[in-house]
């Protein structure tokens, strides 16, 4: 299982709001104190998830969900925003099952899936919030760096979306169908809140300079991509041929001397300034609705790894979206570098806000134990309001 905490997020907020005004707060009393930690800890949880914007289109709502679903107690109390996720397959033979235990017969999926021609592939989703509310994920999935429908909990849809109760991890049947004899990448994606931020105003970019701004606090809050992604290699019919060829489109190069690796993946602004420069970094922006969005990627693969490739697909509204009119660019770096791809998606011809999503992928269809690392989303959903 991967976590991915957001408690370190809450504590970076409350820090960088309190440290900007340390005079201010060390006069004040202990109440007061308390107070405002309450504040920023409701600004970070809602006690509601934000509703469904109604042009988000192909939704399917689990309203409730089968006896096959596991429900469990994650003992989670604290004040802090984070998920956690991962999969585990039924046991495959009367062996596995023997030596399962009682509480599931699931053996850790931590090898490929290997299957015969015409074999569904069906996993185990299990995911969890760890926020003191009930939250929402949105499960999403491409198969081959595409895009696809598919099964969770018997109900078939492109976008899931799933209410989860507050301190309860889920594990659920999900069910991608028969896939073609070869190798296939699949990618589950999970994304907490996935509405919150969409009625956020525009007119201004939002910083992380806090300065004790619960307004702000609240939008780079909302705006953090608090995500998950597995990655599953499947199998099928014992070709290990990946079912895509992936072509190069960039190649990277080494970035200035004063410049450190980043994450996986990071929007910025075109233009000419290096993406880690902090006037690059964009929460949100205003642009023409039926017209293209430029903006820029910037990926990097560390010193002491091999050569390898990263591809990236992009989300609008957790759709699917061509980045310059292709549904996957792709990378290939030696240890050290870097690749900025200047890039653009075309925006919906009707007015209205919208959130764009990057997502990386390291050294496509390879074995878990042999990638740079599994994959990675950008750190924050880039709202964009189309006029």
């Known amino acids: 299982m991967m976590m991915r905490w957001g408690w370190i997020l ?3 907020l409350i820090f960088a ?14 109440d007061t104190r308390l107070a405002i930690s309450a504040t920023i800890t409701a600004l ?4 509601f998830p934000a509703t469904r914007p109604a042009h988000i289109e192909d939704v399917v709502v689990h309203a409730s969900f089968s006896d096959d679903v596991l429900l469990r107690d994650n003992g989670y109390s604290g004040t802090g925003r984070g998920i956690s996720w991962g999969t585990v397959r039924p046991a495959r033979t009367e062996a596995d099952a023997g030596a399962a235990t009682e509480a599931g017969a699931r053996i850790n999926s931590d090898d490929a899936y290997r299957l015969e021609a015409g074999e569904s592939f069906t996993t185990r989703l299990k995911f969890s919030s760890h926020t003191p509310n009930d939250a929402l994920f949105m499960v999403i999935a491409l198969v081959d760096y595409e895009q696809v429908e ?4 018997g109900i078939n849809g492109l976008l899931h979306e ?5 301190a309860t991890e889920l594990e659920m049947a999900i069910d991608f169908g028969p896939l073609s004899i070869g190798a296939h990448d699949v990618q589950i994606l999970l994304i907490s809140d996935p509405y919150s931020g969409y ?3 525009t007119d201004e970019n939002f910083s992380v300079d806090l300065n004790f701004d619960f307004s702000t606090i609240r939008a780079d809050a909302a705006l953090t991509a608090l995500v998950g992604s597995r990655r599953e290699v499947v199998i099928v019919g014992g070709s290990e041929e990946p ?10 190069k080494r970035p200035p001397a004063n410049v450190r690796p980043w994450d996986l993946v990071s929007i910025a602004r075109p233009g000419l300034a290096h993406p880690s420069e902090f006037d690059s970094r964009i929460r949100s922006d205003v642009a023409d609705a039926g017209a293209p969005y430029g903006f820029r990627l910037w990926t990097n693969r560390w010193e002491g790894h091999g050569s390898g490739r990263t591809t990236f697909t992009a989300f609008l509204d957790y759709h699917q979206v061509e980045l310059n009119g292709y549904d996957l660019l792709t990378a290939e770096l030696d240890p050290g570098e870097e690749a900025i ?4 998606v075309m925006l919906p011809d009707e007015p209205g806000t919208h959130q764009l999503l990057a997502y990386a992928v390291a050294d496509p269809y390879a074995m878990r134990g042999e990638r740079y690392l599994d994959s990675d989303f950008s750190d924050y959903k880039l709202l964009i309001t189309a006029r």
């Open 162 to 166: 799933v209410p989860t109760p507050h």
């Open 150 to 153: 598919f099964q969770l909990d």
């Open 199 to 201: 009625d956020l105003d």
């Open 17 to 30: 709001a309190c440290s900007g005004q340390a005079d201010v707060i060390e006069t004040r009393d202990a």
């Open 10 to 12: 809450a504590a970076v």
């Open 341 to 344: 791809l200047d890039v653009a």
């Open 243 to 252: 079912a895509r060829e992936i072509v190069t489109t960039y190649l990277g």
């Open 44 to 47: 970070l949880n809602p006690q």
